[in-house]
């Protein structure tokens, strides 16, 4: 696998959960949608809300606030980000959508050490100027319920 050119143009959806801005590569957002009625599953993780039914399929749904242990901002403009992981869907629960960033490889910046060792397993990196940094969210590692093997918090 080749690495892209620094130059190479990023385009990220970016959202807000509480007063945080975070955001995720543009290609695995699928739709953005309101809340849908979710039917909760027993014994699931805490930030695992649920199911919904969309178009007929079965569609897990992430509670971005739970998992990354923010309290919800005030405002009740959530939305529900439908996106790609792998060949699934998962639904990202989100207090607001905020824009699509546009930049490039070599501004985005690698998650600050901390970050790979259990605090905040899912930033990946960082982007944007020094006073409205967002963070960059691996979206495969939102579902799982704990640090990956080998790393401890």
């Known amino acids: ?12 959806c970016a959202f807000f959960v509480g007063n945080e801005e975070y955001c995720i590569d543009i290609r695995r957002v699928e739709e953005i949608l309101q809340p849908l009625p979710v039917t909760p599953l027993p014994r699931a993780p805490a930030f695992l809300e649920g199911v919904v039914s969309l178009r007929g399929a079965v569609v897990p749904v992430v509670d971005v ?24 869907r998962l639904g990202l629960l989100v207090d607001r959508v905020s824009q699509v960033v546009r930049t490039t490889v070599g501004e985005l910046k690698p998650a600050p050490p901390l970050s790979r060792e259990g605090l905040a397993p899912c930033v990946v990196g960082v ?8 963070l960059l969210l691996d979206v495969k590692a939102l579902l799982q319920s704990e640090a990956p093997a080998g790393v401890r918090a």
């Open 1 to 12: 696998m080749t690495t892209p050119p620094r130059d190479a143009e990023v385009q990220l």
């Open 65 to 88: 606030r739970k998992r990354l242990g923010v309290a919800p901002a005030p405002g009740g403009k959530s939305k529900l980000l439908v996106c790609l992981v792998g060949k699934k």
């Open 127 to 134: 982007c944007g100027p020094p006073d409205k940094m967002k």
